[in-house]
């Protein structure tokens, strides 16, 4: 009878803004990571803004053999374990007081599918596997952060393959078409986006407006995607407004009679709003997996709305 190991890599360790810390991961095959920020607010009176959590993760990156198995932000985590495995850390205690003590996990998954002994890292030796944490310079709207991690292992598995997720940033030089070069070889799960301007206000400009797939110079799966339509696909794994979206409470006062309206709650925005994603694995059996082996060119092709930045995260099975 197969069981899984679930055990604690990091407790209660108290982390410094602008560092990295570097872990030795368990040697058997590896299903996933939960990375446990806690903290206590340093803003009275309204609740913070959950971007300033996100952004505690410069970047997280688990190495084997000092090249990049997992590699994202904290953004870019939130966003790939909502729009992907549909999963979204309980929010506890937030009531918005100075120093309130609250706590956000955040999911490294080395699997489509968490628990699966087919599909995990493999076994490893002591010291090839690492994970490293980089936090960001300057913590905002936090006092006394610590981390915890855990890890699950499955150590009687013998997966044939894991998942690969690696960041590319690009800085587009005007606006307009451009491609970003995805990796080929492998089997493709999916591909998370993100791009820095969206609509806000009366103004309409996306950084992602639209975007293609081309390999080997033909449009496959998706052949044309509109940012509109685009950010819809998010909830086929996680339904808006998600418990730590944004709201705003209407004051039911003369003193601020020109912010009224007859809402009680005014939503503002869900959470990765900023994130948009291409699942090669809608029905999670592998069906619709694009195999790019053999290709000899895949690319995103995107039309930037403007010349901020983006971020293109490929999710690659890889043979273990």
Partial sequence: MAEWIHSVLAQNEAVTQNTVISYDLP???LSFILLTLRFQQNK????????????LLAKVEVLYKGSAVFSANGSDIEALQCGFFGYEPWITNRLGADDEYTFFTFLIPLTRKLYSPAEAFPRSM???LILQVTYQAVFAEVDNVSAQIET????DASPSQYLRVTTLSVTPTAAGEMDVELPIGNLLAGVLFFGTTIPLADANTQTLTYAQMLADNVRRYFSHTNFECWRQLAALKFKPPISHGYHMHQIDAAAYAQYMDTSVVKYRNDRCIQHLFWNFDPTEDGLYLFNTAGLSDLVARI???DTSALRVLPLELVKG
Avoid: C, I, T
């Fill in 27 to 29: 040697v058997n095959p």
């Fill in 44 to 55: 009275a009176d309204v609740q913070m803004d959950w971007d300033k959590v996100d952004a």
């Fill in 126 to 128: 002591r010291g090839e």
């Fill in 152 to 155: 699950v292992e499955l150590p």
């Fill in 303 to 305: 039309y930037a709305g």
